[in-house]
C-alpha cells in the first residue's frame, strides 16, 4: 500500500500510521462517527486485514461507515504462494455492506465511489475494496516485474511472455481516460409523514411517555445539535444509549439517567428511536405488557428484533430516527407533556446519584475508591471533553457517574462488546476534534489493548488524556466467576506501572494511590489535563483502585 500513502501525502492528505491495524480501523470508525463523513483506513494485505477483523466488526454493529482499504498480492500471482496472498474476500463479505477487488487502474474511481455510497446508504457500515499489488505500481515497473527479462526462445516462453503482456496491457488499459469523481447519492430510508402523524396520535394519548433514543439517532443527514432542539422541543422524558449519549447535554432536563426498568414498567408509552431489543433491553422483556410501543429503526431487522417473541411493537417504522424527531417536533407544537411525570423519574435520578455518592465515601480495604475518583474526574473534566469508554466494571461504573458534555461526546464500542477500542477511538476524536480534550476512560484490563498508541500520539503531537482504573483484575468477569464458579482463574492481573510504559513511548505519566485525598486527587487530575494541553503530549493517570459493590451482579448477556 505504499503507493496509496505517498499518492496521499502528495495531495496533502495527513497519512496517520499507527502501531496496530485494529486500531486504524477503530480510528476511522471515530472520524466517522463524529465527522458524520466516511471514515477511511488503510492497511497492508494478508496479517494486516486479518488484524483489523474485530474492528471491522464492531464498525458493522455500530453501523459505521468506513471504507477499509487493503493491499493484496498482484492478480496474476493470486493462489500461487505469494507473500501475504490469502483469500481476503472470504473473510470479509460477512462483515462489509459491499466488497471489491480493483483489477485493472481503470476501475479504481468507479469502484470507490459505489464502495463510499453504499457505507453510508440505508443502515451504515464498512466496506471493503481490495487493491492487487500490480494496479498501484507504475506501468513500467510492473511490466518490468511480471515480464521475463530473458528473450523468450522455447514455445511454451513465447506463449507465457504473451500471456503476460496482454495482462499488463489488460491492468492499464484505459487507465488514464476521463472519469466521473463526484460523489454518488447516498439514499436513506425516511418514515412517511402519514406515519409520523399516526405516532404523534398516539403520543398524545398517553400520560407516561418515554423515548429510547439510540446512535442512529445521531447520524446524518440531520445534525445531532437539531434532533437535541426538536427532543426539548417535543419534551418527552428519553434515556440516551450508545452514541446518543451527550445528546441533551450535561444537564439536560429531560435526560434521565437512572432506574430505567422502573420507568419502563410505569411508562404508558415507548419509543423505540433507533434502539434495538437485543439484550441491552433484555430481548423486549422490560416493557409493561400494556404499554404501547412505537419502534423506528432504519434497518428492518433490527426494527423487529425478538418481536412476537418477548414484545410486539404497535407501530414499527423503517426510517432514518433523527429525521422521525424532526417529523414528530412538527406535529407535536402543541403538545406538553406532564410536568408530574417528568419530576417523577428526575426524582428518582437524584436518589440514585444520592446513593452513588454515598457510595463514593465508602474507604476500600486497599486504593483509592474508583467512584470517589470518577467523581472527582467529572468535576474536572472541561466542557470541550470528548469521552473514550474502553473497558468493563471500571468503565460501566463511570457510565453511571461522568456526564457526556453535549451530542458527539461519548464514545463507546457500541453492541458488540469490543475491549481495545480506546487508543483507536481517541486517536480518530483527537483528528477530528483538535481543541477538545480527549479522555480514554481505560479498564486495567483494556489499556493492555492499545497502550502502544501512545507512541502514535506523541509522535503526531496528539495530546490525549488516558485515565486507568487500575485494581488489577477483570473485575466485570470476575464478579460473577467468583461467586458461582469458586475460582478466579483467568481473572487476576498485576498492578502494572503502566504510567512508566505511557512515558516509554513518549508521553507522561501520572499516579494516583491510596492515602491521597480528594484535594490531591484533584489536584492531580487537573495538572495531568493541564499539562497535556501545554506540552501537546499524551498523559496517562494510573489510578489504583479497590473494590466495591457497586455494580454487582451487573453482567448481561
Not at 444537564?251 to 420507568?263: P, Y
Not at 498508541?453 to 506523541?458: G, L, V
Not at 485515565?467 to 464478579?479: E, H, K, S
Not at 484533584?522 to 473494590?547: H, M, W, Y
Request: hydrophobic share 40%; glycine share 10%; with cysteine.
Amino acid at each position: 500500500i505504499s503507493p496509496i500513502l505517498v499518492a496521499s501525502e502528495k495531495l496533502g492528505i495527513k497519512v496517520i500510521g499507527t502501531r496496530h491495524e485494529v486500531n486504524t480501523v477503530f480510528a476511522a470508525d471515530a472520524v466517522a462517527r463524529l465527522s458524520g463523513v466516511i471514515g477511511v483506513a488503510c492497511v497492508t494485505a494478508g496479517p494486516g486485514l486479518t488484524n483489523t477483523v474485530t474492528a471491522v466488526k464492531n464498525a458493522q454493529m455500530a453501523e459505521s461507515p468506513l471504507l477499509l482499504i487493503g493491499g493484496a498480492a498482484a492478480g496474476i500471482l493470486k493462489g500461487r504462494g505469494a507473500l501475504q496472498d490469502i483469500d481476503q474476500m472470504v473473510l470479509f463479505k460477512p462483515l462489509c455492506k459491499f466488497c471489491a477487488t480493483v483489477t485493472q487502474v481503470r476501475d479504481i474511481v468507479p469502484t470507490l465511489r459505489k464502495a463510499i455510497a453504499a457505507a453510508q446508504s440505508g443502515t451504515p457500515g464498512p466496506v471493503f475494496v481490495e487493491f492487487p499489488i500490480d494496479t498501484l505500481y507504475s506501468y513500467s515497473m510492473v511490466h518490468k516485474e511480471i515480464l521475463p527479462q530473458k528473450k523468450p526462445r522455447t514455445l511454451p516462453q513465447i506463449l507465457t511472455y504473451w500471456y503476460m503482456k496482454a495482462y499488463v496491457a489488460r491492468v492499464f488499459g484505459n487507465a488514464w481516460a476521463p472519469k466521473e469523481m463526484s460523489p454518488l447519492p447516498i439514499v436513506r430510508p425516511f418514515c412517511a409523514d402519514s406515519d409520523a402523524m399516526k405516532a404523534a396520535e398516539l403520543i398524545k394519548k398517553s400520560k407516561k411517555p418515554l423515548f429510547l433514543i439510540g446512535s442512529q439517532t445521531v447520524l446524518p443527514p440531520v445534525k445531532a445539535e437539531d434532533t437535541r432542539e426538536h427532543l426539548e422541543a417535543i419534551g418527552i422524558p428519553c434515556y440516551l444509549g450508545g452514541m446518543s449519549r451527550g445528546l441533551l447535554g450535561r444537564n439536560g432536563h429531560l435526560h434521565i439517567r437512572q432506574r430505567r426498568r422502573d420507568a419502563l414498567k410505569d411508562s404508558d408509552l415507548v419509543v423505540l428511536v433507533g434502539s434495538v431489543c437485543d439484550f441491552r433491553l433484555n430481548y423486549g422483556r422490560v416493557f409493561n405488557s400494556k404499554s404501547v410501543i412505537i419502534a423506528v429503526n432504519r434497518n428492518k431487522t433490527q426494527l423487529y428484533l425478538n418481536a412476537g417473541m418477548t414484545w410486539n411493537p404497535n407501530l414499527a417504522l423503517q426510517g432514518d430516527p433523527g429525521h422521525f424527531i424532526k417529523q414528530l417536533a412538527s406535529y407535536l407544537k402543541n403538545y406538553r407533556c406532564d410536568r408530574g411525570w417528568v419530576d417523577l423519574l428526575k426524582s428518582r435520578d437524584q436518589e440514585k446519584e444520592a446513593d452513588t455518592k454515598s457510595k463514593a465515601e465508602e474507604i476500600p480495604d486497599e486504593h483509592l475508591n474508583p467512584l470517589k475518583v470518577l467523581h472527582i474526574a467529572e468535576e474536572v473534566m472541561s466542557p470541550d471533553t470528548i469521552l473514550i469508554a474502553d473497558g468493563g466494571d471500571f468503565v460501566g461504573s463511570a457510565a453511571y457517574i461522568l456526564r457526556p458534555r453535549g451530542p458527539l461526546t461519548w464514545l463507546d464500542p457500541g453492541p458488540f462488546g469490543t475491549l481495545g477500542v480506546g487508543g483507536g477511538f481517541a486517536l480518530g476524536a483527537k483528528l477530528c476534534c483538535p481543541d477538545a480534550d480527549i479522555w480514554i476512560i481505560y479498564g486495567d484490563g483494556s489499556c493492555g489493548y492499545s497502550i502502544p498508541e501512545f507512541d502514535t500520539f506523541s509522535r503526531f503531537k496528539l495530546p490525549v488524556i488516558a485515565l486507568v482504573g487500575n485494581d488489577a483484575c477483570w473485575t466485570q468477569i470476575a464478579r460473577e466467576q467468583v461467586p458461582i464458579l469458586g475460582s478466579d482463574t483467568g481473572c487476576m492481573l498485576e498492578y502494572c506501572n503502566y504510567h512508566t510504559v505511557a512515558e516509554g513511548f513518549g508521553g507522561l505519566g501520572y499516579e494516583l494511590e491510596r492515602g491521597m485525598d480528594d484535594e490531591a486527587i484533584r489536584k492531580t487530575l487537573s495538572e495531568a489535563q493541564d499539562v497535556s494541553r501545554k506540552s501537546n503530549k499524551p498523559v496517562l493517570i494510573n489510578c489504583f483502585i479497590g473494590k466495591t459493590d457497586f455494580r454487582k451482579g451487573s453482567i448481561s448477556v
